[in-house]
């Protein structure tokens, strides 16, 4: 039985010299860690130091085996079987100024799953390019892929990271510009397991009785980046200047989780929360707090308090573009709305391929399913490829936003 397997945590480097055991990802102390050295967790050069000690950092040792040539090992939060999202970020610092570009080799190794994320660097851990294919060589050992990539290291730090880094912070932001609107309000939903916040945005026009409710979330599985894009544009359209989403402020109440699992974002972990659970296989149980507070949040926007729920969708990243659905054969209420909505969609977007999967497990413990079986409304899965062009999962975003207003609008109120 493999052990517990290691990860760098934030701040964990500035603690690690005086520690006679590494925390585990999970809290506990694990006995492979235990015995670890410093350079399991950070490594140096003569030339280079690598580390991952920021908000979302992760990876599970480096060694440099020669000053430019650095080989890092990638490993889950939890022993496999595990969803293959193997999430890595690390920041590369010169250590010493250089007049010329130093190219440094780094090889990025696994034993499961196998290289996924087309690589992304930054000079400031805020703006992302894609590393060039010319800088990326993808081979199989035993059946699993790894990744040699040659990177230009200038003067200053640059990070590398298996997706774009959007962090709790990034989110803060992104609330606190949206509530200045006074069609927007933001509370404190709750707190996760470690403490951190999850905060909740409210969309309404001010001075109307929006009984109908909509609610969106987000970020239940940490490398699904995409899916946090394309939620930013779909959120950011309910409140543009025009008729259709002037009209649909009045009627309708959106509230907005975008990070449910803001422990695992942080810690830079491939799946889960910090109690190992895949927070999307938590829906019925509600074993985990992160689920406990959207339970209460459906339940206060249910009949009972005179509202009515009338959708529900949760933004992910896989492969490519897809909705996962409820079949049209199931009853909802409102009545056929996927259907009509992506037929909208795609109406909107005639080169696109809007693709929809409405298979359905209804046995299957995700948000999907379980606010089906509770309340009947449509409930979606919004899946974002995990290199789709940028420019593109905005404009799907936006464009569903907007089909989703024209066709909830269509619907006569009070049916």
Request: hydrophobic letters at 35%; one cysteine or more.
């Amino acid at each position: 039985m493999r052990p517990t397997l290691r990860i760098i945590q934030l701040g964990l480097i500035a603690v690690l010299a005086g520690c006679q055991s590494v925390p585990d990802r999970n809290g506990g102390h694990n006995a492979a860690a235990q015995t670890a050295s410093p350079d399991s967790v950070r490594c140096n050069s003569a030339t280079i130091a690598v580390d991952a000690d920021f908000p979302g950092g992760g990876y599970a040792s480096c060694t440099f085996q020669s000053p430019e040539h650095l080989v890092v090992r990638i490993e889950p939060e939890n022993e496999p079987p595990i969803n293959c999202s193997p999430w890595y970020a690390m920041r590369l610092t010169p250590l010493r100024p250089q007049k010329e570009v130093r190219q440094v080799t780094l090889n990025l190794t696994y034993d499961v799953c196998g290289h996924r994320y087309w690589p992304k660097i930054s000079t400031d851990g805020k703006s992302w390019r894609r590393l060039q294919p010319e800088n990326v060589s993808i081979t199989e050992v035993d059946g699993v892929r790894q990744a040699r990539l040659t990177i230009d290291l200038h003067d200053e730090p640059l990070w590398l990271a298996a997706q774009e880094i959007i962090q709790p912070a990034d989110y803060s932001d992104w609330l606190d510009k949206l509530s200045r609107s006074p069609f927007a309000s933001q509370r404190m939903l709750g707190k996760s397991a470690q403490g951190r916040d999850i905060p909740a945005l409210t969309i309404k026009a001010p001075g109307f009785n929006q009984v109908e409710q909509i609610v969106l979330i987000g970020r239940q599985h940490p490398p699904e980046v995409t899916g946090a894009i394309a939620m930013k544009a779909f959120v950011e359209e309910t409140f543009a200047n025009t008729p259709l989403a002037g009209q649909f402020r009045k009627r309708f109440e959106i509230t907005v989780v975008p990070l449910l699992n803001p422990d695992g974002v942080v810690h830079g972990y491939w799946r889960n929360n910090t109690a190992g659970s895949d927070l999307n296989r938590d829906w019925g149980p509600f074993a985990q707090p992160e689920t406990r507070l959207i339970q209460s949040l459906l339940e206060s926007l249910s009949d009972r308090s005179g509202k009515k729920l009338r959708l529900f969708l949760d933004f992910h990243s896989t492969s490519s573009d897809v909705f996962y659905t409820i079949p049209d054969d199931l009853p909802t209420n409102p009545v056929m709305f996927t259907r009509d909505w992506l037929e909208n969609l795609q109406k909107r977007m005639p080169q696109y391929d809007v693709r929809r999967d409405p298979g359905h497990n209804s046995g299957l413990p995700t948000s999907k399913s379980y606010v089906y079986r509770k309340y009947g409304v449509p409930t979606a899965t919004f899946e974002i490829g995990d290199e789709t062009d940028r420019d593109l999962i905005d404009e799907i975003a936006r464009e569903a936003s907007r089909a989703m207003m024209e066709t909830l609008l269509a619907v006569p109120e009070g049916l």
